[in-house]
């Protein structure tokens, strides 16, 4: 074949790339329709947990979720504008937000206050079709949801608005605060509180077919709390909260060495002083920082693989950088690094970014920036083109 013949692959001509594995989606989805009695709901907000919600939405509905979640209504109209026809609710929008477009795309809604109902309601009379409505209780967590005392008063106007075909409660939904210590006491204070608002919906006269309680953690830690449907968000991308369950993360990031210079020691890394080298060695740069997702907190502990090791991040992470000790490692410009990636390798995992910035999995996979090129694996191909990035992560050698 002619020089031409084989451009370049994408890690060598693009900057950073976020690789997700559709496969790792899918296992993660079946493990999790196995283990639920009733319906899975496959919670896909923040852009699915910054895995592209359209694919991840896709590819849970072809893996055993029946329903999808979102926050925003502008989330859910995403999806149906890509033409996702699924079950599909929405939470946590403003009063004002548009219910008429909601109902116009058969988006269920939501509803933790009087004020919402109202609101609901009269886009239902606006459009001439009744609202699907979830009440939603706040359960212990003092957000989202409305407070037990303004629960009968919410049953009551939602029956009242029933009655007049504006509105059906086909759910009443709650949020778990603690589900990650299967054994912390507030856990069945919620769901007592739970079971006692479903009563007094009942009393009200309304007959809600999906009572749901559980996200990940509980879904893994309590069957108990499964009900009638679990919304599962960070267990679909493979992150569990609960520390019980092997699940696959999708997520692999990689950025090329873009330059390598030999230094001596005494050497000042990046801004300040906060990494001085000790000793003559090399240096790699890496086009990606923390407008690209990699926590600034993680600084003085990260590391990235290179040529299939480990490489400590050496000074602060900047807005647009980082740089890597390769030691006396004659690694080149166009190499590439596994920032992270799902361990099978010995790269640095996601998690392991979340411990070396003091966070959590979850903020570090929504945090991964514009600017990183985006690649999916699609479930099918999953396993050969995967061992591709892996082998990419590992160097040219
Ligand atoms: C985000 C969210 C979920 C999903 O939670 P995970 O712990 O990520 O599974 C479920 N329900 C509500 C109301 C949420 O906001």
Redesign the pocket.
């Known amino acids: 074949m002619s020089p031409t013949a084989t451009p370049p692959g994408p890690h060598l001509r693009a900057g950073p790339v976020l690789t997700v594995d559709l496969g790792a989606i899918a296992s993660n989805t079946q493990l999790f329709a196995d283990r639920v009695a009733g319906r899975l709901?496959a919670?896909v907000?923040a852009d699915g947990?910054g895995h592209d919600g359209v694919a991840v939405a896709r590819t849970a509905l072809a893996h055993g979720a029946s329903w999808l979640?979102v926050?925003t209504l502008g989330e859910a109209t995403a999806l149906r504008r890509a033409g996702i026809g699924a079950p599909m609710l929405s939470?946590?929008n403003p009063v004002g937000a548009d219910f008429e477009g909601a109902l116009a795309g058969r988006i269920d809604i939501?509803v933790p206050s009087l004020a919402h109902l109202r609101a609901v309601a009269a886009a239902a009379a606006i459009v001439r079709r009744p609202a699907d409505v979830h009440l939603?209780l706040d359960v212990g967590m003092a957000r989202?949801g409305a407070e037990p005392a303004a629960w009968p008063t919410l049953c009551q106007l939602a029956r009242a608005f029933e009655r007049q075909d504006l509105v059906r409660v086909v759910g009443i939904?709650g949020?778990l605060g603690w589900a990650e210590d299967r054994h912390d006491p507030c856990n069945p204070i919620a769901a007592q509180s739970f079971k006692a608002a479903v009563g007094i919906a009942r009393q009200r006269g309304l007959r809600p077919s999906l009572r749901h309680l559980a996200?990940?953690?509980a879904?893994l830690t309590d069957d108990r709390t499964h009900l009638d449907l679990c919304?599962?968000?960070?267990?679909?991308v493979g992150?569990d909260?609960s520390g019980t369950t092997r699940l696959r993360p999708a997520m692999t990031l990689t950025a090329p060495v873009v330059g390598v210079r030999e230094v001596g020691p005494g050497t000042s890394v990046g801004y300040g002083h906060s990494f001085v080298t000790s000793r003559r060695t090399r240096l790699a740069l890496l086009p990606v920082g923390y407008a690209d997702g990699l926590p600034r907190a993680a600084s003085g502990r990260a590391s990235v693989q290179l040529r299939g090791r480990s490489r400590p991040v050496v000074g602060l992470v900047s807005m647009d950088q980082v740089v890597v000790d390769i030691g006396t490692d004659p690694i080149g410009t166009g190499e590439v690094a596994t920032v992270f990636g799902p361990g099978g390798h010995g790269e640095p995992t996601v998690r392991d970014w979340a411990r070396w910035a003091g966070t959590i999995e979850?903020e570090i996979v929504t945090g991964i920036g514009p600017r990183v090129t985006r690649r999916l694996v699609p479930a099918e191909s999953s396993s050969a083109a995967l061992a591709l990035v892996a082998s990419s992560g590992a160097g040219a050698r």
Do not use: C, E, Y
């Open positions: 709901m919670v907000k947990f979640g926050t939470w946590l939501a939603h989202d939904m949020h996200a990940t953690a879904t919304r599962v968000g960070a267990g679909i992150i909260p979850h």
